[in-house]
């Protein structure tokens, strides 16, 4: 049975990185992992993708090792307005899909 | 932000009575999935399609079927809705291989009374 694991939650202040790392158990072993970021009220938002090794972009860096069970975000030097839930995202075979329970980041002044 | 809206956006509804929640989407993507988000649990998919009238469930589908006739729209129904399917209901799209991203609609809160 397919399971993805993360923090419930991590407090922060601005201008730190901070990482959240999702522990995958049998997803699919030729799939990307995506992450993504929710605020109350939206729905969530794609955020970074990646398969292996790391991935950057203007946002945030993804880091996966070569056992692919489990990958790691990075967000660099963190604000108010990053305040959210963050969510891992894998999939179990084909295109079924299974989403991580989430990890509420506070970031404090 | 990707074209993709959600109907009704609230509905408020009677135990035992159908409802159906709509996604539309505007950008021609091969699969569209179907997830409800309730606290405690995060996002969990109840049905997804891989193209049109190709469909499959997903880990909480009992009391739920869809239907895909066309690329733009896959319909989400509830038979005879119940108190524990009171929740939000996020619909997503993705263009699949080689991205897998997927981009989310504004949500569907649906309250069974």
């Known amino acids: 049975l397919a399971k993805t694991t993360q923090p419930i939650s991590m407090d922060s202040y601005e201008g730190q990185e901070v990482n959240i790392t999702c522990s995958h158990n049998?997803?699919?072993?030729?799939?990307?992992i995506t992450w993504y970021q929710q605020f109350p009220s939206q729905g969530p938002r794609f955020i970074i993708q990646?398969?292996?090794t790391k991935v950057t972009n203007e946002v945030a860096s993804l880091f996966i090792p070569a056992d692919r069970k489990s990958s790691t975000l990075s967000l660099p030097r963190v604000s108010l307005s990053d305040t959210a839930v963050y969510y891992c995202?894998?999939?179990?075979?084909?295109?079924?899909?299974?989403f991580g329970a989430g990890t509420r980041l506070f970031v404090k002044a | 932000d990707a074209g993709i809206t959600q109907s009704p956006r609230h509905k408020v509804t009677e135990t035992g009575t159908p409802v159906t929640l709509r996604c539309h989407q505007t950008?021609?993507?091969?699969?569209m999935y179907w997830y409800r988000q309730d606290p405690g649990h995060g996002l969990r998919l109840i049905h997804y399609?891989?193209?049109?009238?190709?469909?499959d469930k997903g880990e909480v589908s009992d009391g739920y079927s869809v239907s895909r006739s066309k690329t733009e729209d896959f319909l989400l129904t509830l038979e005879s809705a119940t108190s524990s399917q009171t929740s939000v209901y996020f619909c997503?799209?993705?263009?699949?291989?080689?991205?897998?991203?997927?981009?989310f609609g504004p949500g569907t809160r649906l309250t069974v009374t």
């Open positions: 997503a799209i993705s263009p699949g291989q080689p991205t897998y991203e997927q981009y």
């Open positions: 049998n997803i699919a072993t030729n799939d990307y």
């Open positions: 990646g398969y292996k």
């Open positions: 995202l894998g999939y179990t075979g084909g295109f079924k899909t299974i």
């Open positions: 950008e021609n993507h091969r699969y």
């Open positions: 399609s891989y193209g049109v009238k190709d469909t």
